[in-house]
């Protein structure tokens, strides 16, 4: 098949582009709230920039009442947040974190959803404890780009991993991340989700030595000279 997103003439029932884009990880991002409050809202558009400095973004799209997102406007006020990895044990608690406006009765999301929280060393914004994996962030920039209508209106926020915690459980003999047994879960199409349970590995063509020393060193991430 084949069709045009702006005509929409795909003749099927539901839109097949996010699905065809996958999986994708969830950003599961936190954030201080202007009365000091905690927040935490999950991001599927969400990845790295590059390693040597750690740059991420994730893209928050408006709310459906027409404005921007608590997230975007709390990282831009504070000038840090944290990504905290969802393994499959804390899908429930992800998803019920995507409500929009908290019940009454409830001070901030993290006890909305149960979690329990712990401290960042480097910036003020609580993480999740239960998370096998966390980035403090330290902010850099808004990219800003129009929609077709205004809950398309998107904020791409780009930020610099400055402090990383690892829980020592999911570090193997040979000092990598166990990724199977985290067990992270990524977002698929409509309201699909995935699982990562396994992996494999292949080793990339061979160019001269000393080029390929350099090759190696970003397929690793390794920072720094």
Known sequence: MFYEPKKN?????KNPFKSCTIPRA???ISTK???G??????YSQFTNLTFDPPLILFSANQNVFDDRKNTVKNIERTGEFVYNMVSEDLAEAMNKSSIAKLPKGFKDKFEYCGLEKVSSKIVDVARVKESPVQYEIKYVQTIRL???DT????DIIIGEVVGIHIKDEFITDGDKVDVCKIRP???LGYFDFTVVDNSFTMDTPKIDPEKQALVDKGLEGIAGK
């Open 9 to 13: 003439n795909h003749g099927l029932k």
């Open 151 to 154: 809950i398309n209106t998107i």
């Open 185 to 187: 879960i990524a977002r």
């Open 26 to 28: 969830i950003g599961w």
């Open 37 to 42: 409050t905690d927040n935490i809202a999950p």
């Open 33 to 35: 709230n202007i009365d």
């Open 146 to 148: 129009p929609g077709i």
